[in-house]
């Protein structure tokens, strides 16, 4: 087996293999002028089962489109010099937003990222809390793993949750079933009542409607869950409704903490008690400091490490995707 990290995602990368009990294959990054560069292993793949990790998020100097390039580049190598096998490991999977036409001409950019990574013969795309597991599933022809966060963030929550009720909510009707998720895990880790709630919205050329709030959130201390925050006022919007309904206090969770500018000046409100990302798209794309004590990182590197473990040797991977 052989583990590579690209630039960029080699931070985690060093955090999984660590976790996994391997050790990171070596490889090259060369950048050409005009812009242009290739990848390949400094290695032998050929016989091997080989890993991949890269992480699809934008950030200074690196755009989603050079990210992507540069992983297919990769694997494309290693299946050109005879890997046996090749997975990919994207921890954030760039364009899958956008997995169905809403408006006349739209693009299904999640279907089209998917037939590139068939293109250059990847047996595995692995990906974390994507926005809508069955289009991720209905898109990838070929092997396709969804891992998720909850038992994460419930153990998280569970070893500071305070006294007094407590509630998941969704800050909008498509995040449902993965509110859902934790709280069902939170219950499971400790037996405790655990209510459910979630926020209408509606989104149209970039305009956020909607009002309505279902759930019970009075004296209740608040985890609201989404996939990621980017701008923060899907999540804002949220913790406000929560505190207007006499919430005690309100935390946010995300699994991709994609933050921009925008969103770390939108975060600094007194709605919000805490927040609470994990290292999936580190590193971050602007510096995280401003929201001080308040921000958590959770680390996804042994989900990652034992995913690896598990598929290399064959093992069932029922524990990781269930309660």
Do not use: W
């Not at 069902?184 to 405790?192: F, H, I, N, P, S």
């Not at 994609?258 to 000046?265: F, L, N």
């Amino acid at each position: 087996m052989l583990f590579f990290a690209l630039k960029g995602s080699d931070g985690l990368g060093a955090a999984t293999a660590a976790a996994a009990g391997i050790e990171l294959a070596p490889h090259e990054e060369r950048d050409f002028e005009g812009g242009e560069h290739k990848t390949r292993p400094l290695v032998s793949v050929r016989g091997r089962d080989v890993y991949v990790l890269h992480n699809l998020n934008g950030t200074p100097g690196y755009s989603a489109n050079d990210r992507l390039l540069r992983l297919l580049f990769f694997l494309a190598a290693c299946r050109e010099n005879g890997a046996r096998r090749v997975t990919a490991l994207v921890p954030y999977l760039a364009y899958s937003r956008k997995d169905r036409q809403t408006k006349p001409r739209d693009p299904v950019t999640t279907r089209y990222v998917a037939q590139l990574f068939e293109a250059v013969g990847t047996d595995m795309v692995v990906t974390l809390d994507v926005h809508t597991v069955i289009a991720f599933q209905n898109a990838y022809r070929r092997g396709s793993l969804h891992l998720d966060t909850r038992r994460l963030f419930a153990a998280d929550i569970a070893a500071r949750l305070p006294e007094g009720p407590v509630a998941v909510v969704s800050p909008d009707g498509g995040g449902v079933k993965r509110a859902e998720l934790l709280r069902e895990a939170l219950v499971a880790q400790t037996g405790r009542t655990v209510d459910f709630g979630f926020m209408e919205k509606r989104r149209s050329s970039g305009v956020v409607s909607g009002s309505l709030f279902a759930g019970d959130v009075e004296g209740r201390t608040v985890f609201i869950l989404d996939d990621m925050i980017v701008g923060g006022g899907t999540m804002v919007r949220a913790a406000t409704a929560c505190r207007e309904r006499g919430a005690a206090a309100v935390h946010l969770l995300a699994t991709h903490g994609m933050m921009t500018e925008k969103a770390i000046a939108a975060l600094d409100d007194p709605a919000i008690a805490g927040i609470t990302v994990t290292d999936s798209v580190a590193p971050f794309a602007v510096p995280l400091d401003a929201l001080g004590d308040r921000l958590r990182v959770l680390s996804v590197a042994p989900l990652l490490g034992q995913t690896i473990v598990n598929l290399h040797e064959g093992r069932p991977m029922g524990d990781l995707l269930t309660l």
